[in-house]
C-alpha cells in the first residue's frame, strides 16, 4: 500500500514517522509555503491552558470581543473552555512526547528539546481576570488535572523578572515546550531511515481520481501514484481537498511572532500566558513573544500594530525585555476550523483519502496522537482515542460560516 | 506635517537626493543610522585631522553636508535613527533609541540604504583581526587608528588598491594586496579609458603609492586560509584559474596580524523587499535589485531608490541617481512642469550614462566566481552569528534544505543578530552550485520585521503621530 | 581632547571623537567577545554595524556594537562572553 501524506509541517511529519515505523510505505509531498504554521509555532504544549482557553486562547478572545474576528463560538463574557474531550485529547497527546523524544533521537540523531518542569503560568492581571480564571478553575476542579493557584509573592518567587503589578497566577505543571522545528526535521530524517520517501519544493497541483478512489497526485515535478492519501496540508488543506471536489472548513488564522536575541538560559523559568501576549524561552535561550490571531487570507505581512501591541504586552509582563533586542518577526497561518477541534481521519465521499489537519492552536501538542488516529484509521486498527467527534463528516449537514477577514 | 519626500539614507544618493528635491521646495526628511552624515563612502572624520591632506571622499562628503545644512528649514534630519518596519501603503516605522518609534507617512519615499561587503566564507574569517576593506578604511581615514601592525589586503575591487594607499599614506605596513582579477584586465580598462579620466587618475596615483613602498600587488590569487591563536598570525593564498578555483599547491603563507578581505560591494537590498518592491536577480551584479524603470521608480507606487543600495556602481553614481530621484520627485509632486524637468534632468542623465560603462567593466572585471565557493570545509563556519558550519548546512541541502526558509530551519543559519545579510549571498551560491541551478532560483533571504535588530523597547513604544499642520 | 574610558577594568584616556572599535583598538583589546556556541574570540568585521560581531557589554547593557558606538567620558566597557543576560537588563 502506497501511502502519500501531503504536508510536511507537524501533523504531517508525524503521520509519516508513525506510518512508517509500522512498516507502511509513504511518500511525504511537502511545499514549503511562507507562513507554515508549524515553522510559525512557539512550540507550546498546553493541553490544559489551551484547553481551558489561557494559552493562545485568552489572546484569540481578547480579539473576538474587539470584534477583529468572527467565528461562532458560546458566550463573550471570558475565554470558554472547549468540551472536555479536548482537553482529554490534548493531556493524552502530550503524554507521547517522552518517548517519542527518545525514539526520533535514536533514529534521527536530533534531540527534539522537550522540556518538563517548565510549565505554564498564567498571569491575572486585574479582577476581571480574576473573575473568569476562577470560573474556569471551577469548571477544572471535577476533573484530575494538576493545576496551582498562586499567589502574586509565589509568582515572583518562580518568575524574578516577572512585573509586581499582577495579582497572582494559575500554573500548570503538566504544560511544557518543544522545538516544533526540531520535531518535524527529526520525524522526517526518521522516516527516511525508516524507508519513507522524502520530496520537498514541490507543489501537487491536481488529485486524480477512479470513481471515488483517489488514485494519485500531480505535482509540479511529476506524478505520485497512491493507494491512500493523506491531507496534512495545514492552512491550505481546503484547497487541497478541493481538487477532489471536497469541502473542508479549514481556513488560516494568521500570527505573528517576535524574536529576540539569544539570551542566557533559563532566565525565564516557566512558559507565561497573559491576556496581551504569551512568551516563551526557548531551549537555544531566544525568547519568543507571540501571537495575534487575525483572519486576512494567506496574507503573511506582519503588520506595524500587531508587532507593537506584542511587545508591549511582553514589556509589560517582563519589563527587563525592554532591554532585549528583537532579532526577528514571522507570521504564521494556522489551520483553523469552525469549531476549533482538529479534523481527523476518514470521510464517507471519498473512501481512501484521510484527514490530518485543523491543528488551529494546538496542532504540535495534538501532533502525535493525531497521528495515532490517522494511523488507525487507515491500517484498520482500534481507534487509541474517540475520535468521533474530530471526522470531517460532522460538518455534513451543518451551514459552516467561514471566516474570509 | 507630512513630509513630501522621505529619504532612507543619508549617503552620496540620500544627500544629493535632499538637496535636489529641497532645491524646488520639497518638504523632506532624511533617516540615517549614524550620527552623521555621510553613509559609508562620504564619512565625516572623526578626529581633527592630523595635518595631511584630507582625503577627497571627506571633503566631497563636507561638501554635501554643508549643502544639506543650507536648506534645512526644508530638509529634517533624523540622525542615530532605523526605520525598523514597513507596511503596505508606505507607512515607515522610524525610531531612535530613548526616544521611541514614529510612524511616518511620506508622499513620496526614495530608498538609498547603500551597500556592505561581500565576503565569502573561508577557514579562519572568524579570527580577530580579519575585517572589512571598509572597517580598515573607516580606521584608518577617520580614526587615524592603525588597524594593525602588518596589514594583508585581499579580495577583489578597485576599493582595495584605494585602501591599501591610504594605510600606506598613514604610515601602516601593508603587506600586499591579493587581487583575485587578473592584471590585463586592469590595463585594458585604463587603455579604453571609458571616459572616467578621474577615477583611472585616482587609481594610478594608488597603485603609484603602493609601487613606491614597495608594496607587492599579485593578480589572479586569493586567500584560502586564515590562521592563528586568537587573532590572525598567517594568512595563505593561492593562484587561482579564471573561476576563481585555487590550486592549493601554489600557496604561499603571508604572516601578518590584519587581513582586510573584500571581494565587492553588496546592495542593502532588505528595505526594498520589505515594502513590497518587485526584485530580480541581476547576474553581472551578483545581486537581487529593486527593478526601476528609468525614472527610478520601485514597482511599489510612491517609492523611487537609488544608489548603491538599488545596484552598486560608485559613489558618483549615486550622487546623479540621488539627484535625479528628488528631480523625479519634485516633478512628480507639480513643482516643476515637464518641460523643466526634462531640461533639467538631460545633464543628469548624460552624466549616468558616462559613468555607466566604467562601472560595467569594473563589475565585469570582479564579478564573483564559483571558485569562492569552494574554499569552505566541514568545520568552517559559515554562518557567522549562528556559528553554523559547512558541514551541518551541507548536510541539510542533502536532506531537501534548498531554500533560504528551509535552511534556515533546518540549521539555524541565517537565524542570527546579521539576519543572513553576511551568510545568505555566499550560502546562495553555494547551494545553486551544489543544485546545479541558477542563482536566482534560490531565493534571496527574506527580511521581516524589525529590517535591523532594534531594542524590543524601541517596538514597544507608542507610536507618536506626527503632527499634522493644515 | 581625551575622555576616559574602562575597559575589562583598566581605566584610560582616548581621544574623544573616536568609536568604541577604535579604542580598543589602540588600546590593543582586539578580542571582542567570546562566542556562545564555540567560545571563540570575535572582533570588529564589518566596521558599519551589520554583522554585530563587534558587540561588547557597555554601562551594563550588552550586545552594543562598539563600531557604532562613540567613546564616552566614564564609559564603562567589558567584553562579552556568550549570551546577554536579561537580568542585567532588570
Request: glycine content about 10%; proline content about 6%; charged content about 20%.
Amino acid at each position: 500500500m502506497n501511502i502519500v501524506v501531503v504536508g510536511g509541517g507537524a501533523i504531517g511529519s508525524v503521520v509519516t514517522y508513525v506510518l512508517s515505523s509500522r512498516g507502511c510505505k509513504v511518500t511525504l509531498i511537502d511545499k514549503d509555503f511562507p507562513g507554515k504554521a508549524t515553522s510559525a509555532s512557539a512550540g507550546g504544549l498546553w493541553p490544559v491552558g489551551e484547553a481551558i482557553g489561557l494559552g493562545c486562547g485568552v489572546i484569540f478572545h481578547a480579539s473576538q470581543k474587539s470584534g477583529s474576528i468572527d467565528i461562532s463560538v458560546a458566550d463573550s463574557s471570558g475565554p470558554q473552555p472547549l468540551p472536555r474531550i479536548f482537553m482529554d485529547f490534548l493531556v493524552e497527546s502530550n503524554r507521547y512526547f517522552p518517548k517519542l523524544t527518545e525514539e526520533l533521537e535514536h533514529h534521527s540523531g536530533i534531540h527534539i528539546e522537550t522540556e518538563t518542569g517548565t510549565g505554564l503560568l498564567y498571569v491575572i492581571y486585574d479582577e476581571n481576570e480574576r473573575r473568569y480564571t476562577q470560573s474556569l478553575l471551577d469548571w477544572l476542579d471535577s476533573s484530575d488535572t494538576d493545576v496551582e493557584e498562586w499567589s502574586p509573592a509565589q509568582v515572583n518567587e518562580r518568575e524574578p523578572l516577572l512585573t509586581r503589578d499582577q495579582l497572582g497566577g494559575i500554573y500548570f505543571p503538566g504544560d511544557n515546550q518543544v522545538n516544533p522545528m526540531l520535531l518535524v526535521d527529526a520525524c522526517i530524517r526518521a522516516s527516511t531511515k525508516l524507508g519513507a520517501e522524502y520530496v520537498p519544493n514541490t507543489e501537487v497541483t491536481g488529485i486524480t481520481m477512479a470513481g471515488d478512489l483517489v488514485t494519485g497526485v500531480d505535482t509540479d515535478r511529476g506524478h505520485f501514484q497512491c493507494d491512500v492519501l493523506v491531507n496534512a496540508a495545514g492552512a491550505w488543506s481546503a484547497k487541497l481537498a478541493q481538487m477532489m471536489g471536497i469541502n473542508i472548513p479549514v481556513f488560516p488564522v494568521r500570527g505573528q511572532i517576535l524574536c529576540t536575541e539569544a539570551l542566557r538560559n533559563q532566565t525565564l523559568n516557566c512558559n507565561l500566558s497573559t491576556s496581551d501576549c504569551y512568551i516563551l524561552q526557548k531551549a537555544h535561550g531566544e525568547i519568543l513573544i507571540g501571537s495575534t490571531t487575525e483572519i486576512n487570507g494567506f496574507d503573511v505581512e506582519v503588520p506595524l500594530e500587531n508587532l507593537i501591541g506584542l511587545a508591549a504586552g511582553a514589556k509589560r509582563a517582563i519589563p527587563a525585555l525592554e532591554y532585549a533586542t528583537v532579532k526577528r518577526s514571522w507570521s504564521g497561518l494556522r489551520p483553523g476550523t469552525p469549531d476549533e477541534f482538529p479534523i481527523l481521519g476518514p470521510m464517507d465521499a471519498r473512501p481512501n483519502y484521510f484527514n490530518a489537519t485543523g491543528g488551529f492552536r494546538t496542532g504540535i501538542v495534538a501532533a502525535p496522537l493525531s497521528a495515532e488516529i490517522v494511523a488507525a484509521h487507515i491500517l484498520g486498527e482500534p481507534q487509541p482515542f474517540d475520535s468521533e467527534p474530530f471526522l470531517a463528516d460532522r460538518f455534513k449537514n451543518i451551514e459552516v460560516n467561514i471566516p474570509t477577514s | 506635517m507630512t513630509d513630501d519626500l522621505l529619504i532612507i539614507g543619508g549617503g552620496p544618493a540620500g544627500m544629493s537626493a535632499a538637496i535636489e528635491a529641497a532645491t524646488h521646495g520639497l518638504v523632506c526628511t532624511i533617516v540615517d543610522e549614524s550620527a552623521a552624515l555621510g553613509g559609508q563612502i562620504y564619512r565625516p572624520l572623526a578626529v581633527k585631522p592630523n595635518g595631511q591632506t584630507p582625503a577627497a571622499t571627506v571633503v566631497r562628503g563636507d561638501e554635501l553636508r554643508d549643502q544639506v545644512q543650507q536648506l534645512s528649514q526644508l530638509i529634517n534630519i533624523r540622525s542615530e535613527s532605523v526605520v525598523w518596519g514597513i507596511s503596505k501603503g508606505n507607512k515607515f516605522a522610524v525610531g531612535k533609541e530613548g526616544e521611541g518609534t514614529e510612524i511616518l507617512e511620506p508622499k513620496l519615499t526614495l530608498l538609498a540604504p547603500g551597500a556592505y561587503e561581500f565576503v565569502p566564507p573561508f577557514p579562519g574569517w572568524t579570527l580577530p583581526g580579519v575585517m572589512t576593506p571598509g572597517a580598515a578604511q573607516i580606521l584608518s581615514k577617520t580614526m587615524n587608528i592603525s588597524p594593525g601592525k602588518r596589514v594583508l589586503i585581499a579580495g577583489t575591487g578597485p576599493l582595495l588598491i584605494v585602501i591599501a594607499s591610504q594605510l600606506v599614506s598613514n604610515g601602516v605596513e601593508v603587506a600586499g594586496v591579493i587581487e583575485a582579477s587578473r592584471q590585463p584586465d586592469w590595463l585594458r580598462l585604463a587603455i579604453r579609458g571609458y571616459r572616467s579620466w578621474g577615477l583611472l587618475r585616482e587609481g594610478a596615483r594608488c597603485l603609484n603609492t603602493l609601487r613606491k613602498a614597495g608594496v607587492p600587488v599579485h593578480y589572479g590569487r586569493v586567500v584560502t586560509r586564515a590562521e592563528g591563536k586568537d587573532f590572525v598570525q598567517r594568512v595563505y593564498h593561492a593562484p587561482v584559474n579564471a573561476d576563481w578555483y585555487p590550486d592549493f599547491s601554489g600557496e604561499q603563507i603571508e604572516s601578518v596580524d590584519t587581513l582586510c578581505i573584500g571581494y565587492g560591494l553588496q546592495p542593502r537590498n532588505y528595505l526594498a523587499q520589505l515594502a513590497g518592491c518587485e526584485m530580480q536577480y541581476v547576474d553581472a551584479r551578483n545581486s537581487w535589485l529593486p527593478v526601476r524603470d528609468r525614472d527610478l521608480w520601485t514597482s511599489q507606487p510612491g517609492i523611487l531608490a537609488a544608489g548603491d543600495g538599488a545596484g552598486v556602481a560608485g559613489a558618483m553614481t549615486a550622487e546623479s541617481e540621488g539627484q535625479l530621484a528628488g528631480l523625479v520627485a519634485a516633478n512628480k509632486l507639480g513643482k516643476i512642469d515637464e518641460s523643466a524637468f526634462d531640461r533639467l534632468r538631460a545633464p543628469i542623465d548624460a552624466k549616468l550614462s558616462r559613468l555607466a560603462p566604467f562601472q560595467k567593466a569594473i563589475a565585469d572585471i570582479c564579478r564573483i566566481r564559483p571558485g569562492l565557493s569552494s574554499l569552505v570545509d566541514d568545520d568552517t563556519i559559515v554562518c557567522r552569528c549562528e556559528e553554523v558550519t559547512w558541514g551541518e548546512v551541507n548536510a541539510a541541502i542533502d536532506h531537501g534544505g534548498t531554500t533560504f526558509r528551509s535552511l534556515k530551519v533546518m540549521t539555524r543559519l541565517g537565524m542570527g543578530m546579521c539576519q543572513a545579510r553576511f551568510c545568505w549571498p555566499a550560502m546562495s551560491r553555494m547551494v545553486a552550485s551544489k543544485k546545479n541551478c541558477p542563482v536566482a532560483d534560490v531565493g534571496p533571504a527574506r527580511p521581516q520585521a524589525p529590517i535591523r535588530p532594534v531594542p524590543l523597547g524601541l517596538i514597544a513604544s507608542i507610536p507618536k503621530v506626527p503632527e499634522t499642520c493644515e | 581632547m581625551n575622555v576616559r574610558i574602562t575597559v575589562n577594568g583598566n581605566t584610560t584616556q582616548v581621544p574623544r571623537g573616536i568609536s568604541l572599535a577604535g579604542a580598543l583598538y589602540l588600546l590593543k583589546e582586539r578580542s571582542f567577545r567570546i562566542t556562545p556556541r564555540g567560545g571563540e574570540p570575535r572582533s570588529l568585521f564589518c566596521g558599519m554595524g551589520v554583522c554585530y560581531d563587534c558587540v561588547v557589554k557597555v554601562d551594563g547593557r550588552a550586545n552594543i556594537r562598539a563600531c557604532k558606538t562613540e567613546v564616552r567620558d566614564n564609559m564603562q566597557v567589558l567584553t562579552q562572553e556568550g549570551e546577554a543576560d536579561l537580568e542585567d537588563f532588570a
